[in-house]
């Protein structure tokens, strides 16, 4: 009985009116992701405070080398005794990629150079700094007002990161097609461009409309054939995100999506991943903010913070 009460009440505010102090572009936005799943923001590109996040994220990859290990290595797969793994695109505890020798520690590696050349990552994912400008970025103004929007309440953000992809051999879990399943009824991530992308540096597909739609739902992966087939290259809804630095795309990702593989170079992605507040679930695991830096947001960016995110 509890379960149908909290269904039910999980429904409510889709599809609500916008509310009447929305903007026009804002209403714009909102109408855009209603009809297809997605919407682009371009309000940041080639403006100054992203070109300073840009250079800040570049220093913390590259120099403090920052991210979460134990970090996946293509070189230490082998393509007989990994090829369980391989089925299922690594899609396996950490532990047990541990157990199988398939990863390596921050001790493991002496420079970011050392790293790339040993180990070849296909992923380094690095958690949301403590810092005033990654957090006002992650929450902007605009981006809320259409989250709350297309949500009828005032989420949380729940994850937070960024992740640099590198060209790779072998597909891990994302680089397939698949639907989120943080949230049944209310899910949004923002995707935060750090460099411009390409189909050869991993742009981002997506397939408008599919949030509702009852195809490709009885496994959790799909190859490009599969997906192709009905929503082939190039047609309407196939969505293939090139697009300049300090793009955002906002998407409903209990749509049809998957992260393309970089062929050269590679590409730096922020994350935000948008829930409603759920009783009795901590989330300082996903990220956590000092409170100066708390304090610094505006208060309607405050609110998007569990507090069990909050430390010091
Ligand atoms: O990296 C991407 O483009 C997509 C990531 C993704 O599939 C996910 O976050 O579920």
């Known amino acids: 009985m ?3 009460i909290l269904e039910a009440g999980a429904k409510i505010g889709r599809k609500a009116s916008p509310p009447e102090t929305m903007g026009p572009v804002a209403k714009a936005k909102l109408d855009s992701l209603r009809d297809r799943g997605f919407v682009m923001f371009d309000h940041l590109v080639g403006t100054p405070e992203f070109a300073k996040i840009q250079a800040d994220l570049k220093k913390r990859i590259e120099g403090e080398m920052k991210f979460e290990f134990p970090c996946l290595a293509q070189t230490r797969i082998d393509q007989q005794k990994h090829a369980d793994l391989i089925e299922r695109s690594f899609r396996v505890p950490a532990s047990e990629l541990e157990r199988r020798g398939l990863t390596f520690e921050r001790s493991d590696i002496h420079s970011y150079e050392d790293l ?98 009852p195809l490709f739902r009885d496994k959790v992966y799909y190859s490009d054939e599969e997906i192709e087939t009905v929503f082939p290259n190039g047609s309407n809804d196939h969505i293939i995100s090139e697009v300049p630095a300090g793009t955002i795309i906002l998407e409903d990702t209990r749509g049809l999506h998957k992260a393309g593989i970089p062929q050269r170079h590679y590409r730096d992605l922020g994350f935000a991943v948008f829930v409603p507040p759920m009783l009795f679930r901590g989330g300082s695991e996903y990220f956590t903010i000092s409170k100066s830096v708390h304090a610094s947001l505006m208060p309607g960016q405050q609110a998007y913070i569990g507090r069990s995110n909050i430390i010091g």
């Open 2 to 4: 509890i379960k149908v």
């Open 116 to 213: 790339l050349e040993r180990f070849k990552p296909s992923t380094l994912k690095l958690l949301m700094p403590d810092d005033h400008d990654y957090f006002s970025l992650w929450l902007d103004p605009l981006l809320l007002s259409v989250i709350e929007g297309y949500m009828g309440f005032q989420p949380i953000l729940r994850e937070a990161y960024v992740r640099r992809n590198f060209p790779c051999s072998y597909k891990v879990m994302n680089h397939n097609w698949h639907r989120d399943t943080n949230h049944q009824h209310h899910l949004l991530k923002a995707f935060i461009f750090f460099n411009e992308c390409y189909v050869d540096t991993g742009a981002h597909r997506y397939i408008a409309g599919s949030v509702d739609s």
